[in-house]
């Protein structure tokens, strides 16, 4: 497959993608995405394109409160960053988008700023709120299932210890021990048996 064919592959499955969300846009810096309102603040050198944006918005983004384009190599990039007073980790904020721009993005490259004012957070769920017996029981379970696992012949093979079995002494007939009598070390001579 050539690089053409390849281009034309991915444009005919670029026109049959469906878009994650529904966008629809307000005016030139509203945009309104599942019913919430989305402002463009900052658009560089024209870098907000409403269908490629479209295409590329993806529902998880919902819980940043700005999300950044950028354009490289003919694709937009979307990233989500954090206000700088919200209650999260490990960022990234939005404090940092200076020095996102000037390392992660191909310089000169067009880039636009949406923020999302009412940021939904997506709630994971914790650990710590489960019962510590239920979370002991299913560990032991777990381990009850592994130790099962390993006792059961479902390999190809079955892994066994084999001790070498040897002659007794007196069949050996190629060993000959010699001891020397200075030292009192063995030496051995190792001769072709005779068949």
């Known amino acids: 497959m050539d690089r053409k064919q390849?281009?034309?592959?991915?444009?005919?499955?670029?026109?049959?993608r469906h878009p994650l969300a529904q966008i629809q846009?307000?005016?030139?810096t509203e945009l309104l995405i599942n019913n919430h309102q989305y402002k463009v603040?900052?658009?560089?050198?024209?870098?907000?394109?409403f269908d490629e944006f479209v295409r590329r918005y993806n529902p998880a983004l919902s819980q940043y409160d700005?999300?950044?384009?950028?354009?490289?190599?003919?694709?937009?990039?979307?990233?989500?960053?954090?206000?700088?007073d919200r209650d999260v980790a490990n960022g990234p904020f939005i404090a940092s988008l200076n020095d996102y721009l000037l390392e992660d993005i191909n310089f000169g490259a067009a880039y636009f700023v949406i923020q999302n004012p009412d940021a939904r957070?997506?709630?994971h769920k914790s650990r710590n709120n489960r019962n510590s017996h239920s979370r002991?029981?299913?560990?032991?379970?777990?381990?009850?299932?592994?130790?099962?696992?390993?006792?059961?012949?479902h390999h190809a093979f079955v892994e066994q210890?084999?001790?070498?079995?040897?002659?007794?002494?007196?069949?050996?007939?190629?060993?000959v021990v010699k001891t020397e009598e200075k030292s009192h070390k063995h030496h051995f001579i190792i001769?072709?048996?005779k068949k």
């Open 6 to 16: 390849l281009d034309a592959l991915i444009t005919e499955q670029d026109e049959k």
């Open 41 to 49: 603040v900052l658009n560089s050198q024209n870098g907000f394109q």
């Open 161 to 175: 210890k084999v001790a070498p079995v040897k002659p007794p002494l007196k069949k050996r007939n190629n060993l």
């Open 136 to 153: 002991n029981h299913r560990r032991s379970n777990k381990n009850y299932s592994r130790n099962n696992n390993r006792r059961s012949n």
């Open 191 to 193: 001769r072709e048996s």
């Open 66 to 84: 700005y999300i950044v384009g950028d354009w490289g190599y003919g694709q937009l990039r979307l990233k989500g960053f954090y206000n700088n």
């Open 121 to 123: 957070p997506i709630i």
């Open 25 to 28: 846009h307000e005016s030139e």
